[in-house]
């Protein structure tokens, strides 16, 4: 078989071979342009049969699914690799994406988390979507060096579950020499898939009603942990060295709960590119159930492990040591997860999940470890960037609500991000009317309220945003009412909105974050109004909750950018 050359990234920013990797990330998208300051790839979405579920090592090919069958998986793919290529860039680079159409429906690609002109933005109403057959030319410049990725903003529940994502990076080589941050760098694309019983990706919704009610409102849940598009890969890794993980979370629904046994993480950077101040993450343990002391459980301590929600990513440094392999696990954790049952009445009932935050660890991957060790360990350096506080005098408010309706005989439930008169509004309900409005160069603090029992997350399309805090309100339990101020100054796109304190009706968490809605280094292009980008330059900036599910079935809106 042929083995795709892994490269990690040497000190000055150029792309080197490191001889103990073959095979651990995506491709990298090929330059086509010479000049040093522009990156120009071609990007094809269309259909291919891959051994998805291929397991095993670096030379194993054996394509055996669970059942130990041989076969294929149709995806949808980009360059006809899932994920798709990794495009890196530096920042101050213009990028120029030539995207060509071949799925038997139409799409687009969104730049998750950069801040790119509005009609560069992909989403579902800041451009017509690209036909059957139809090209699109992205072009933008690379502002903030971070880890991105790329999806369809289409059907995305359907779509980025069947392939359409992948990494975008931006770095920024004299800072990283500067921080003497490792130059072993590697990216690694977390998912999850759902493969029926015929060995192919499953429906988007069930329909037997009840489990329709449980995708709709737990979200879209894989029988297989993915890596890079590989179940469960072994790779070798390194030891007595640091090296630098780029962590992306494709899923649409999985929160991923990182985890490597006896190794301390040390978080450097999220979203928007670094953090200030590295942040330890140390692994998680294994404790008593408190219900059933018989078996075990993940701690559920936030401050164990690294949690990235559908969307987000992190950037992580560590050093590998011992002379046995090293499992990277997923652990489960408390979201608020639904149970569903058959009411009397014949109805469907909705109550709390008994195993919310109860499964049991799987293995993402297996480092295999070769080289000599080393008694040291790789600490960052405690200060890595200072980032300027957004100055709130004066910033109105932008409030979005989530929530959802029961669910109806089928098991469909509708969701909303905004209310009117009482009324929940699903996304194909809310007009240019009921959409905020903000000028170029307004500082706003947008106010998630969440309705529900459940845990959601917050992406906003073309800007960053700074979290402020989370209020818990809650009207029958005095002890339910408190503030937690953001852990730290980060900038972000995704965050995790957590759910409510009590009853239905009676309480609510509301987290403020703050975003200015500037234009810096695009020019003016960020003016959009409306959900129709033929009657505008371009449809206004999207926000929602990125679990899937939510968001395709009412839970966005869109704030208008116009001009001062």
């Not at 339910?480 to 995790?496: G, Q, Y």
Request: hydrophobic residues 35%.
């Amino acid at each position: 078989m042929a083995i795709a050359l892994v490269v990690s990234w040497d000190g000055a920013g150029a792309l080197a071979d490191d001889g103990d990797w073959r095979g651990i990330g995506p491709r990298l998208a090929r330059d086509i342009n010479r000049d040093p300051d522009v990156v120009e790839v071609n990007l094809t979405a269309d259909v291919r049969a891959i051994n998805l579920l291929r397991r095993g090592g670096d030379d194993d090919d054996s394509g055996d699914d669970d059942n130990g069958r041989r076969g294929k998986v149709t995806m949808w793919t980009y360059n006809g690799q899932v994920p798709g290529p990794t495009i890196v860039g530096k920042v101050g680079d213009t990028l120029i994406v030539n995207f060509v159409n071949r799925l038997p429906r139409p799409t687009t690609v969104h730049w998750h988390g950069l801040e790119v002109p509005a009609v560069m933005d992909g989403s579902n109403i800041s451009q017509a979507p690209v036909p059957p057959g139809g090209e699109f030319r992205y072009e933008f410049k690379l502002k903030d060096a971070a880890t991105y990725w790329f999806h369809s903003h289409i059907e995305t529940n359907e779509q980025v579950e069947m392939g359409l994502h992948g990494a975008l990076v931006v770095r920024d080589p004299a800072t990283d020499v500067a921080l003497r941050l490792p130059e072993r760098e590697h990216v690694l694309v977390l998912d999850d898939i759902l493969i029926d019983d015929r060995g192919q990706v499953a429906e988007p919704f069930p329909e037997d009603p009840l489990d329709n009610a449980r995708t709709h409102l737990n979200g879209r849940f894989g029988n297989h942990l993915l890596v890079n598009g590989r179940v469960s890969p072994t790779h070798n890794l390194r030891r007595g060295v640091p090296h630098r993980l780029r962590l992306v979370n494709v899923s649409n629904s999985r929160f991923m709960r990182v985890s490597i046994p006896g190794h301390t993480l040390y978080r450097i950077g999220g979203d928007g590119g670094l953090l200030e101040s590295p942040v330890a993450v140390p692994p998680i343990e294994m404790i008593p159930d408190p219900a059933d002391p018989s078996r075990e459980i993940s701690n559920p301590d936030p401050a164990q492990g690294l949690v990235l929600t559908p969307g987000e990513r992190a950037d992580v440094v560590f050093t590998p040591h011992g002379r046995h392999r090293l499992r990277v696990e997923w652990h489960d954790q408390p979201r608020g997860s639904h149970a569903i049952f058959r009411q009397p009445d014949g109805g469907i009932g909705i109550g709390n999940d008994p195993e919310d935050g109860k499964a049991p660890p799987q293995t993402l991957m297996t480092f295999r470890l070769t080289g000599r060790d080393s008694e040291r360990s790789y600490i960052p350096p405690p200060f890595l960037r200072d980032i300027d506080r957004i100055d709130l005098a004066g910033a109105e408010k932008i409030v979005l609500e989530f929530g959802h309706a029961p669910p109806d005989a089928n098991g469909k439930v509708v969701f909303f991000a905004q209310r009117k008169n009482g009324m929940g509004l699903p996304f194909w309900m809310v007009t240019a009317e009921d959409a905020p409005e903000v000028t170029v160069g307004e500082t706003r603090i947008i106010e998630v309220h969440n309705l529900t029992r459940g845990d959601h997350n917050f992406h906003l399309h073309g800007f960053f945003v700074q979290p402020i805090e989370t209020q818990f309100v809650d009207l029958d339990t005095p002890g339910n009412n408190f503030v937690v101020p953001a852990e730290r100054l980060e900038v972000k796109d995704t965050i995790r909105i957590p759910r409510r304190p009590g009853a239905g009706m009676r309480s609510r968490t509301i987290t403020r974050l703050a975003v200015v809605f500037d234009d810096s280094g695009r020019g003016g292009d960020v003016v959009a109004f409306g959900k129709d980008p033929s009657k505008a330059p371009s449809g206004g900036w999207v926000m929602h909750c990125h679990i899937l599910e939510h968001a395709d079935n009412g839970m966005m809106s869109f704030v208008q950018v116009l001009d001062p």
